[in-house]
């Protein structure tokens, strides 16, 4: 494994999952124990209308009834990812690049303070495969485009960590982006890394409870400061 010395840690990256991550369960375990998750995921649900009472009740009964639906899956990982953010944001992570996956981008885009919210979801699924410029991020029409166009993702990761070496922070369920980005070669080389805030699907008691804390340790060891223990 190739390293090099570095003058401070690498910046983060966060990267949001989309259609396909999902499993019954995912971020359960935050719901009522993180505040600050808590309240994200309920400000999503109250943008949500009438079919908020049906989604907060899969999302907390871990059902998978109809989680391949896009019409469930989707709103779901969007409140997750966005609640994941929040919570990380709320440690003092800073990030310095976004990169989502399908639905995720919706996410980016609301985290990055060029979408808001409410609009966010009203789209729902966005899409994107190179970084995007301070035009386009907040141009109606780009963001109206991406429900016809393919996912790339891999693209987009290419080129994020061709520009520099970065701690990718998978804020999406199932460890599924972590198990993307771990095949890349800049992470096989030990030039970035990846960690997940989230535990895998189907994961042991003790794994979920000891998800996040492992997220906060492997970001501090990093040499990032965070205001929580």
Do not use: C, K, N
Not at 134 to 139: C, R, T, Y
Not at 167 to 191: M, N, Y
Not at 195 to 223: F, K, N, Q, W, Y
């Amino acid at each position: 494994m190739e390293t090099t010395a570095r003058s401070g840690p690498r910046p983060v990256a966060l990267l949001f999952a989309g259609q396909g991550a999902q499993h019954p369960g995912m971020g359960r375990h935050l719901y009522g124990a993180e505040p600050v998750f808590t309240a994200a995921m309920e400000e999503v649900f109250g943008l949500l209308g009438p079919r908020a009472q049906r989604l907060r009740s899969v999302f907390l009964a871990g059902r998978e009834d109809g989680l391949d639906d896009a019409g469930q899956a989707q709103p779901l990982l969007f409140a997750l990812g966005y609640a994941t953010a929040r919570l990380v944001r709320g440690w003092g992570v800073r990030p310095a690049a976004l990169l989502g996956h399908s639905v995720g981008e919706a996410v980016a885009a609301v985290v990055a303070g060029v979408m808001s919210l409410p609009d966010a979801v009203r789209l729902l699924v966005t899409r994107t495969g190179h970084p995007l410029g301070p035009a386009e991020a907040v141009d109606p029409g780009f963001w109206a485009r991406q429900i016809a166009e393919p996912v790339l993702f891999g693209p987009a990761l290419d080129r994020l960590l061709a520009d520099g070496d970065f701690l990718l922070v998978d804020a999406g369920p199932g460890e599924s982006l972590l198990s993307l980005a771990r095949r890349h070669p800049a992470i096989t080389s030990g030039r970035s890394d990846v960690v997940a805030v989230l535990p895998p699907a189907r994961a042991t008691a003790d794994l979920v409870r000891g998800a996040l804390p492992a997220a906060v340790r492997r970001i501090r060891s990093e040499g990032h400061r965070l205001g929580v223990q």
